[in-house]
């Protein structure tokens, strides 16, 4: 029997090699609200990591359904299209490596892409992949943002109580199919997604993009430096609530979808929740003592 890989949040692999995640994302169908793609663009400007890797887009992607773009280069004063394409970005924390992939999602060839993509994580020693997703949802924009986590690794749930199953059936995307590809190279596995309310679909979505930022913040007990985040959620906030309040329909809706989600959430009101709440509070306060 082989012993189970250390959890995500561990700092360090058997024998002191560094702990190395990759974290995924793709533009499309998993992307609702462009949350989780922001949520990596994030990671990757407040931990300056450097591109890596691009993925051939002559491979994967059919060009009139995802076209390339042209405009003017200022460093050549000529013209330069731009190409869809996955690149592959390093950062190096403190205590441990993180890989981020940013990507559209492939038109085509979705099984040599994952393996490309699983092999160049092989090479930079790749222990944990954590794929993130959005999905549109009938939730209310006054409340938190519903996060789920997901895993295939038997290991991982048994160190980490808040990630189930994943128990979903049917139609899957690229995140569904690279956690699953993952999966079968013994590689750890965890899948975030956060629900954006639906009448509000149009990016950006700021409050859902810092959600899933909270949620990969506890996953790996690094703590993300949020910016503008914060109040762009908030100001997200009030401009929804401002167009909910010129229409009783939508007013009406958003109420009715308030009181489900707190009779839901009733008995979270809980130990674990705020439990995670306060550690949050606790890892923050300690960075700000560094600092």
């Known amino acids: 029997m082989t012993t189970p890989d250390p959890p995500v949040g561990r700092h360090s692999a058997p ?3 560094r702990n190395t995640v990759l974290i995924a994302a793709f533009e499309g169908w998993n992307d609702a609200g462009s949350a989780a793609t922001a949520a990596l663009e994030h990671l990757g400007e407040v931990w300056d990591a450097r591109k890596v890797h ?15 773009s042209i405009a003017p280069d200022p460093e050549t004063g000529g013209r330069r299209i731009t190409w869809p394409t996955t690149s592959v970005w390093v950062a190096q924390l403190p205590q441990r490596t993180v890989v981020l992939v940013h990507g559209i999602e492939p038109s085509m060839r979705w099984r ?14 790749v222990r944990t992949v954590v794929t993130l997703g959005a999905l549109l949802a009938d939730v209310p ?8 986590a997901t895993s295939d690794s038997e290991g991982l749930r048994a160190v980490l109580s808040d990630v189930e199953p994943n128990t979903y059936e049917g139609p899957t995307g690229i995140v569904g199919v690279l956690q699953h590809a993952a999966s079968e190279r013994g590689l750890q ?7 954006v309310p639906h009448y509000v ?48 329909e939508i007013a009406e809706y958003v109420k009715q979808l308030e009181e ?32």
């Open 15 to 17: 024998g002191g090699a």
């Open 112 to 125: 040599s892409y994952c393996a490309e993509l699983l092999d160049l994580a092989e090479e930079l020693e």
């Open 141 to 148: 924009h006054t409340r938190p943002i519903p996060m789920t």
């Open 201 to 248: 679909a149009n990016p950006p979505s700021p409050k859902a993009t810092l959600a899933i930022l909270a949620r990969i913040e506890e996953l790996l007990g690094e703590t993300i430096p949020l910016g503008e985040l914060p109040d762009d959620a908030a100001a997200w906030q009030h401009g929804v609530d401002e167009l909910a309040g010129e229409d009783a």
């Open 260 to 291: 489900a989600k707190d009779t839901a959430d009733l008995p979270e009101a809980s130990g674990e929740a705020i439990a995670r709440e306060f550690e949050r509070w606790l890892r923050r306060r300690d960075s700000g003592k560094e600092s």
């Open 54 to 68: 691009e993925l051939d887009p002559e491979d994967y992607h059919d060009f009139q359904v995802n076209r390339p």
């Open 189 to 195: 596995s965890v899948s975030l997604w956060a629900a």
